[in-house]
């Protein structure tokens, strides 16, 4: 805990299949999550060697807040991305963030490389490396199955990280699986534990800490209060991140069949509305979350001549929809949930994998790739051949999805069709609003709708001049980078005002920090900007495919100079970080 | 009459263990999951459900009958209650309890188990857990 005065960092290395725990009291400083991972990979990390060298690290954080309040939940993995090739970030909900707190770990750094697959326990009175050759090629629910079979301590105070097939293949969108349900989706970093031969790993949060101060239980009381009676964070519980599928189809926004179109024509059957009616079987929360925000559906195969079905249950969310949907011409649901679960199986970012089969699709009709290549023939709509190629990206199958798996301009670059990859940074997420957001995703750290919400700019009635949009995502990504150090949920982020945040960090303990949120978070974001440019991002460098000029959205079809500048002059403020 | 725990409605449980942070914080002065009286738990994996493990409140309390120093007394209403002075961390108690809800506390050796003080209800977001009339007062 940082209220003790040090970060509690366990090192592990997996080629001597050891741990070292340290307490480093230098690091209270950085804070948690966002800022303390770019400080240890600043510390441990090969900035000029390759993201899959087997002392790469993975470094998992927590925050000075994580356990300690409602909606501190997450947790930060910095890594260098196989993907992008530079400094990266990725975060994940579930049972991780808590099973850390109470196994007494701020961070977690894993380097090296084992000599055969392996899996790690993880306590505060606990390290353990395990053979895990029984579970190379297994996919991600039956690995989690089978070590919650043969590991019983902790039910109930644990969390189980996994990789699939398509980590183990390094494929360079894989994920880490988090309990079921919730990814460390973006940009990688199952690839990472892939050339570690890391299969898995395993927290379980058993200590026990006292309360902080006086003031502590009051304001927890006031927090879970206002949280549980927020008509926002309702939202999250009833429809969920899905709601936003009508909303954006309505808005002439929605990302369709690799984004040829803004609006979907079955956009109501992949609605959260419809999803809520039809598919709905419950939902789930994070650990220390009382909102409940991951929504399970529930998917029945049928496999038999007569009345016989398989059932699954299959989390869904807005990117996952629009990826597997709307992207793919997909609907309804029920036919999006079989892509999702293909995905989950298989360890894949299901947002990188449906933007990279809508760019393949497109190109199979346009005929610079056929059946040798594709192995199924792809068209809009067609979900069992998407499910198909979903585990042929999985398993490299051929020369084609093995450089797919790359990503999808690595594939155009091969094959043609550059104009239409729907690649700003990475795949695109689910929003086709407008400039701003094609611009914030395409430069911004995480190359993430979560960066700096440009879609928000984009919706409004007039595009804001350059220099206002330029400060609001400035000003956005500092204030959102303070939570991320925290490590809250971004859910929560109106109920994290800066007045709240520091009334934490002052019940907490640490109110030496509370005074100084602003100049902290600026020092933050600029050391985060110094690593990522240092593992070789060069924003100036950063253009658009021709795809994204050709769009019509809510304010008519795009306007192209306005994009460019607003490209060209985000870029300079970056250069200049 | 007295009052009991039940997880009266444990299939809309979220999973969000703000019972067991709420009785870890409040009943024992803890930041825990495991320093509570509640313990919630997948039951097999996130697509199982979660079930609620916890005192159920036995009236005559064979963990109170095991103790040998009247730490664990006989609570009216089912379970017990807890004189810390006398305890002396032997650990019986959690033996004899058949439903193994006692848990003896790693750091201090001394036994963990729900009072039935209702301290957690508060903190349950869709009332899966409640404090209900005693069956043995019936």
């Known amino acids: 805990m940082l209220n003790q005065g040090y970060a509690r960092i366990m090192e592990i290395n997996l080629h001597t299949r050891k741990c070292a725990v340290l307490e480093r009291e230098d690091l209270v400083e950085k804070l948690g999550g966002s800022g303390l991972a770019a400080a240890l990979y600043r510390e441990y990390g090969l900035p000029g060697e390759d993201a899959l060298v ?15 309040f409602p909606l501190m939940s997450k947790v930060v993995l ?3 991305s196989p993907y992008s090739g530079h400094y990266a970030e990725t975060h994940a909900g579930g049972r991780l963030a808590l099973a850390l707190r109470y196994a007494n770990l701020d961070a977690v750094i894993i380097r090296g490389q084992a000599s055969h697959p392996v899996y790690l326990v993880l306590g505060d009175r606990d390290f353990a490396c395990k053979d895990a050759r029984h579970l190379w090629g297994m ?3 039956m690995t989690a199955r089978t070590i919650r079979n043969s590991e019983p301590s902790g039910r109930g ?10 980590g183990e293949n390094q494929v360079r969108y894989a994920c880490i699986n988090v309990d079921t349900f919730r990814h460390f989706g973006r940009l990688g970093a199952g690839a990472v534990m892939g050339a570690k031969r890391l299969k898995a790993l395993m927290v379980v949060g058993d200590g026990s800490f006292p309360l902080p101060g006086a003031d502590y239980q009051k304001l927890y009381r006031d927090v879970y209060r206002q949280v549980t009676a927020s008509s926002a964070m309702k939202k999250y519980h009833d429809l969920g991140t899905p709601v936003n599928v009508l909303n954006l189809n309505g808005l002439q926004s929605l990302p369709t069949r690799n984004l040829q179109s803004t609006r979907f024509e079955a956009a109501e059957q992949i609605s959260g509305e419809y999803f809520a009616e039809k598919l709905l079987l419950r939902q789930i929360a994070c650990s220390g979350c009382p909102v409940g925000c991951i929504h399970i559906g529930l998917l029945r195969e049928k496999f038999g001549e007569e009345h016989e079905y398989a059932y699954k249950q299959v989390s869904y969310d807005h990117e996952p929809i629009f990826a597997a949907g709307s992207m793919l011409g997909v609907s309804p649901g029920e036919e999006v949930m079989v892509l999702l679960e293909q995905a989950e199986k298989c360890g894949l970012d299901i947002i990188s994998s449906g933007v990279a089969l809508a760019w393949a699709t497109e190109a199979y009709q346009e005929g610079l790739i056929g059946i040798n290549e594709t192995l199924v023939p792809l068209s809009f709509g067609n979900t069992e051949n998407y499910r198909q190629a979903i585990g042929h990206i999985s398993n490299r199958s051929n020369e084609f999805y093995h450089l797919l798996g790359e990503g999808t301009l690595v594939a155009a670059n091969q094959y043609g069709g550059t104009d239409y990859a729907c690649v700003l940074g990475q795949e695109m997420a689910g929003y086709a609003t407008g400039p701003v957001f094609f611009v914030s995703q395409a430069l911004g750290f995480r190359s993430s709708h979560l960066d ?12 804001p001049a350059v220099e206002q949009a330029l400060e609001y995502l400035v000003n956005e990504e500092k204030q959102r980078l303070l939570l991320t150090s925290m490590v809250t949920c971004l859910f929560a982020r109106n109920i994290y005002t800066r007045e709240i945040l520091s009334a934490a960090l002052e019940s907490a303990g640490l109110s030496r920090f509370s005074g100084d949120l602003e100049n902290r978070a600026a020092a933050l974001c600029r050391e985060r900007w110094q690593l990522k440019k240092e593992t070789g991002f060069e924003p100036s460098q950063v253009t658009l495919p021709r795809r994204f000029y050709q769009v019509t959205t809510l304010n008519g079809p795009l306007p192209g100079p306005y994009m460019d500048q607003l490209l060209q002059e985000y870029a300079r403020v970056i250069e200049e970080m | 009459m007295a009052k009991i725990l039940r997880a009266v409605a444990m299939e809309r449980c979220i999973g969000c263990y703000s019972c067991m942070l709420g009785c870890a914080r409040q009943v024992h002065d803890s930041l825990s999951m495991i320093r509570s ?3 919630v738990r997948s039951l097999g994996g996130l697509t199982a459900g979660f079930e609620a493990r916890y005192c159920l409140a036995c009236s005559p309390a064979p963990c109170a009958e095991a103790c040998p120093t009247h730490a664990f007394e006989q609570r009216p209403g089912g379970g017990i ?3 810390e002075a006398r305890c002396l961390r032997c650990g019986r108690c959690a033996q004899a309890c058949p439903v193994d809800v006692v848990i003896m506390d790693r750091e201090t050796g001394r036994p963990v188990v729900c009072l039935h003080c209702g301290r957690c209800v508060a903190f349950c977001p869709h009332d899966c857990i409640a404090m209900v009339d005693s069956h043995h007062d019936q």
């Open chain 2, 81 to 83: 209650r807890y004189k």
């Open chain 1, 452 to 463: 700096t919400a440009g879609y928000q700019l984009d919706q409004e009635k007039e595009l």
């Open chain 1, 157 to 166: 105070r644990r969390s189980i990280l996994r990789i699939g097939q398509a």
């Open chain 1, 78 to 80: 910095g890594f260098k």
């Open chain 1, 139 to 141: 996919d991600t629910t």
């Open chain 1, 54 to 68: 087997q002392d790469q690290p993975l470094i998992l954080t927590i925050g000075p807040l994580t356990g300690l």
């Open chain 2, 37 to 39: 009286g509640i313990q």
